[in-house]
C-alpha cells in the first residue's frame, strides 16, 4: 500500500495483572493479541481527547467535533478524473475582455445587473436570471469597472479541467462574487478572500443549446418539449456549471513576502489560489460533497504552496490563517472566515487557533511533489483537524 495507517490512535492503557496484551501458545512474539477488556478508543473519542487534552470543556469539545468533522469515504475510485459536460461551453468563448464579458452574460444573465439590496426580488432579475429571458432593458451603466482585463483559465486539475475567471481589479471580483454567489446582494467579502468556487450555477446558454437541440428532433412537439424539461430536472449536469472565481492579488491578504517582489508575489499568489480552489474542485468530485472545515482549508493550502513555491513554509502557512503567533489569532487572518453557522464560541474559536497551528506544522512533514499527487491529497483529506495535528503521515515510495 502507497500509504501507511497515518492516524496512529494513542497506546490503550497499562495492563494490570490478567488483562491487555496477552499472547496465547503458539503466538509469535512480534504479533500481540489484546484483551477484548481494553478496547481501542474510537475515532471521535481520540479526536474529544485532543480538545480536551487543549483544555476545552465538554460542551466546548462537542462544538469542535461537529466543527472538524471528516469527510465520508471517496465516491470516485480512479483519478484523474473525466471533463465535466460544461467545459465544452468555455471552451468556445474568447480568452479575455469584453468579448469574453459577453460570452459569459449569455450564461449568466446576472452580470447584466449592478449589486444591490433586494435585487434578487425585482421582476427583471426573477425574469432573466431564474427564467432565462432576454434582459428587457440592460442598465447603461456596466457593473464591472475593468472588464478588459477579465481573464478565462482552463485549468487542469486532478478532477479535469476547471474554469477559472481571473480579474486584477478587486471591485470587479467582489462584484463577480456578489453576483454569482448572493444573488446580487451586496454581501461582504473579506478582504482575506481572493477565490470561490462556485458548484451548481445554472447556465442559460446551455439550457438553450440543449432544448434547441431537442427541438430539432424530427419528432419534436408539445410532448417532446415536456420529456426536454423533464431531461434537464433529472440531469442537473446538463445545464450546471462549476467555475472559479479569482483575484490577481495577494494571497489571503498577505501583502508581501520576504525574498520576493510585489509583483512575484501576486504571480506566485494566483497560482496558489488557482491550485488552492483546484484542491476543492478535486474534493467536491472525489467526495461528492466539501466538508467546509478548516482541514478541507489547510489541505488545499499545502497543495496551493507546494505548487507555487515548492515547499510548504510553516510560517507563510500560518500567517495566512493568523495563527502565527498561536494561541494568540492575528484579526484579519483568514481562519475567521471559517468559524462556521452559527459560529464557534469564542472559547472553542481560541482552542481551533492553537489546533490549527499543529496541523501546519504536522503538514509540513508530509512530503510534497506531483508524485502520487492524487494519493497524497485524498489521504490529507480523509483526515479530521485533529488528526492533522496529532498525525505525522508517512509514505512509501514517495520523494522526500
Known sequence: MLFR?????????????????????????????????????TRDEQRRA?????????QQADELLRHCHPLPAPQEASTPLKDELHVDFYRGLPSHG?????????????LNFSPAPGVSQTTQWIAAVRRGEAVGHPQPKSPFLSPDT??????????????????????????????????????????????????????????????????????????????????????KQLYQDRLVLAYRGPYSGVAQVEGLTQTAWHERSLTLRLAHEATHYFTL??????????????????????????????????????????????????????????????????????GSAMATQKLATFPPGHVFLAAKVQALLTLSLEELALSAPAVEGAEG
Open 50 to 58: 485532543f480538545w480536551r487534552q487543549l483544555g476545552a470543556s465538554d
Open 98 to 110: 469584453e468579448g469574453l464579458l459577453d460570452g459569459l452574460k449569455t450564461a449568466f444573465p446576472q
Open 150 to 235: 477579465l481573464q478565462l483559465v482552463l485549468l487542469q486539475t486532478l478532477a479535469g479541467t476547471l474554469p477559472a475567471l481571473v480579474t486584477p481589479c478587486r471591485e470587479d471580483f467582489v462584484t463577480l462574487v456578489q453576483l454569482l454567489a448572493h444573488r446580487g446582494e451586496p454581501a461582504e467579502v473579506p478582504p482575506s478572500m481572493g477565490a470561490l468556487l462556485l458548484s451548481g450555477i445554472v447556465n442559460w446558454q446551455r439550457v438553450r443549446q440543449f432544448l434547441a437541440l431537442q427541438h430539432a428532433q424530427p419528432a419534436a412537439g408539445q410532448a417532446a418539449s415536456h420529456r426536454a424539461w423533464g431531461q434537464l430536472q433529472e440531469q
Open 285 to 354: 468530485r472525489l467526495f461528492g460533497r466539501l466538508s467546509h472545515t478548516v482541514a478541507e482549508e489547510l489541505v488545499a493550502d499545502w497543495v496551493g504552496l507546494t505548487t507555487a513555491v515548492g515547499r510548504y513554509p510553516v510560517g507563510l502557512a500560518q500567517s495566512f490563517l493568523g495563527v502565527e503567533k498561536a494561541p494568540a489569532f492575528r484579526p484579519g487572518g483568514r481562519l475567521a472566515n471559517y468559524r462556521g453557522n452559527p459560529p464557534l464560541s469564542d472559547q472553542a474559536f481560541a482552542l481551533l487557533v492553537q
Open 5 to 41: 495507517h497515518l492516524f496512529h490512535p494513542q497506546a490503550p492503557p497499562a495492563a494490570k495483572s490478567g488483562d491487555g496484551p496477552s499472547r496465547p501458545a503458539g503466538t509469535s512474539p512480534g504479533r500481540l493479541c489484546y484483551s477484548s477488556s481494553v478496547p481501542f478508543p
